[in-house]
């Protein structure tokens, strides 16, 4: 008689396919396979389709679990301790950490906004994304914030998000062929300029 494998068994290996499945995607799309097929995650994975569509509720509910571990795995690049340094550092830091999200995740981040208007799990995810990175931007530039009105916060906040957004640095990319220095140092710039007259430095804050 054929042994059934154990239940823990089945579920330590439903765990590694879905595992798999996931680093596949990233791989695919790191490789500018966007979006990546059924077939191709399946083979890249070592898995059967089938299997895909057993450990997931179809290719939305697989991108939409990639782009969430996509924000776990890069946690790091949300955590602002440097509020309180000079401008400069933190315009450079800023800038730093956004553009090593967007390397890795642009993707990702692609395939949501693609992918968003006809499902609502995506909606959602791409929704708590910009709400960290809005968060962050608000954070680390709290020092000008604060000597603003609300609707003048509101609007920096925006405009320094957009202007370091998933959307621009895939124009800069696509559209302009910058390379990541090339929009690292455009951005270092344009914020330094953006923030030097929204909010002048005084003598004691140079």
Known sequence: MELQEPIDGRHA???????AVIEAVFALVSEGKVPPSA???AARAGVSVSSIFRNFDGLHDLQRQALERSQ?????????ADADEQRSVRVRSHVRTRIELLEA???????????????EPLVEGLARLRGRL???????????IDQLGPAEAANLVAL??????????DLMCAAHSRTSRQISKTWIAALDALLAWWVPETEEQT
């Open 72 to 80: 776990a795995n890069f946690a790091r690049l949300f955590v602002v």
């Open 39 to 41: 077939d191709d995650v």
């Open 160 to 169: 320094i998000d957009a202007t370091t957004s998933p959307e621009a640095f």
């Open 105 to 119: 995740a642009s993707g990702l981040l692609r395939i949501g906004r693609s992918r968003a208007l006809d499902h």
């Open 134 to 144: 809005a968060d962050q931007t608000r954070q680390r530039f709290a020092a000008e």
């Open 13 to 19: 290996r439903r765990q590694r396919n879905r595992e």
